[in-house]
């Protein structure tokens, strides 16, 4: 496995912006697409070699990880994309290895993670990075409950090491997983102390629970505020006013 990262750096990607995964062997595959920066393609071409990519795996259709395709298909014309909603078998040859795909919704309903299955590796997308902290979209079908649900289940195979979309790998994924979950749970309980303390909306639970934030980061931590909310909606334990959100 060679980790070639998609040079694309910015507030929301972090500092080495996306990971992409090449798989070389039998079958060369690359996990994630990157987004069509043409030295990202160059590096995979390099180190294909004389092999052709076989096969693209895409953790979930955000454009900093699918946005790439339409550039690697122009250079491999017979690549096979291989993503949620499209078949997808249960064991998929990628390099000279088999993975396993795991629908893993929560940061996103379509996201997949890849489980290599002989070295016990996880290619985990936007499930868990270190670094900075995974947002969970309400807006655009982040569910929070259904995140915690895809921890647990990650968690369940101890996996021996995370390969995620942003940042360095994870050696100690089941450390990764529960301090995910810890700081959920963490946050719950300022949303709801700040709900408590007369902020009604969205923006306001955000600036007392955040703080100050640039303008990108405060609609995705507004985001994530809301996701929490509507967890909180669903448990019975908040619920829509004419003037915000109220506990229960």
């Not at 987004?35 to 895409?58: E, K, W």
Request: proline share 8%.
């Amino acid at each position: 496995m060679l980790l070639l990262p998609a040079n694309n750096q910015s507030p929301w990607t972090g500092p080495t912006g996306n990971n992409t995964y090449l798989l070389k062997g039998a079958v060369p595959a690359l996990v994630d697409a990157g987004v069509g920066d043409p030295s990202h393609l160059d590096a995979v071409r390099s180190a294909l070699g004389t092999a052709s990519l076989a096969r693209v795996l895409i953790t979930h259709n955000h454009p900093d990880h699918a946005g790439g395709l339409p550039a690697i298909a122009a250079r491999w014309p017979g690549v096979r994309v291989i993503r949620f909603g499209d078949p997808m078998d249960e064991a998929i040859e990628a390099g000279d290895t088999v993975l396993r795909p795991l629908h893993t919704p929560g940061h996103s309903p379509d996201h997949v993670c890849f489980f290599d299955t002989r070295s016990r590796d996880l290619y985990c997308g936007d499930l868990v990075r270190t670094g900075g902290s995974i947002v969970i979209p309400a807006s655009k079908g982040g569910n929070l409950r259904h995140y915690l649900d895809s921890l647990a289940r990650v968690r369940d195979l101890s996996p021996r090491r995370l390969l995620p979309g942003h940042g360095p790998i994870i050696d100690d994924p089941i450390a990764a997983i529960d301090g995910y979950r810890n700081h959920r749970m963490q946050r719950e309980e300022e949303v709801i102390a700040a709900v408590r303390g007369g902020s009604l909306l969205p923006e306001q639970i955000t600036a007392r629970v955040y703080g100050p934030l640039s303008p990108v980061l405060t609609a995705a931590a507004a985001d994530t505020v809301l996701a929490h909310l509507v967890k909180l909606h669903d448990e019975g334990r908040a619920f829509v006013s004419d003037d915000g959100w109220r506990l229960t």
